[in-house]
């Protein structure tokens, strides 16, 4: 059975930096493309960023370019987003998702990111 | 990027009723569209995919048609679990996005 379980939320000051966690179980990890989303309280699904196969080919929204990294390590069967210089408009529940080929058949639980003083 | 617009953004609706929620893109998707239904507090689920294809274990209730710029999930007879909130996504580019939601609510 597919898991996947995100980790490493909480909170942060602004300007500060946050690693998430997502890890994968169920499924040969190496094989498909991964996906950070996130929603915002109250707020829509905004895709953040994903990542090819072999961690070779990223892409990220324009709203976090320059701040976040994605990331994987397909011996751990894990994900990351490496997440700095963070904002206040970045507080959010954070899902990774498994792409299948374009579309997210499975999704973590996920975990919560607030940016406040 | 390629815009999602999602109408209507909030539907009030019965158990047996038929719905139409309605997805707009930018530009041309072909079939590269999908649709999730999120319960509060749960992640998203995902219903359709490539804009007609049901995804395993999704009742035979919701469908979704459309290609190009304009795609359509019906739910031929609403349920009490299908009062949620459901999203379109494109992914005719490696930069994915989702439309702003649908919430169904009860009549």
């Known amino acids: 059975e597919v898991h996947l379980v995100e980790s490493g939320g909480g909170l942060v000051q602004p300007g500060g930096s946050l690693r998430l966690s997502c890890a994968a179980s169920g499924f040969t990890f190496s094989s498909y493309w991964m996906t950070w989303v996130r929603q915002a309280p109250g707020k829509g699904l905004e895709w953040v960023a994903n990542?090819?196969?072999?961690?070779?080919?990223?892409n990220y929204v324009d709203s976090v370019k320059g701040r976040f990294t994605i990331s994987r390590d397909n011996a751990r069967n894990s994900l990351y987003l490496q997440m700095n210089s963070l904002r206040a408009e970045d507080t959010a529940v954070y899902y990774c998702a498994r792409d299948r080929r374009g579309s997210y058949d499975y999704w973590g639980q996920g975990t919560l990111v607030t940016v406040s003083s | 990027d390629i815009q999602m617009t999602q109408s209507p953004s909030t539907l009030s609706a019965s158990v047996g009723d038929r719905v139409t929620i309605t997805c707009r893109a930018s530009q041309s998707l072909i079939s590269w569209l999908a649709w999730y239904q999120q319960r509060p507090g749960k992640a998203p689920k995902l219903l359709i995919y490539?804009?007609?294809s049901l995804e395993s274990g999704v009742p035979s209730r919701f469908s979704g048609s459309g290609s190009g710029t304009e795609f359509t999930l019906t739910i031929s007879s609403l349920q009490p679990d299908d009062f949620a909130t459901y999203y379109c996504q494109q992914y005719n580019s490696y930069s994915r996005t989702f439309g702003q939601g649908t919430k169904v609510e009860i009549k």
């Open positions: 990542i090819k196969e072999d961690g070779r080919e990223k």
């Open positions: 490539k804009a007609s």
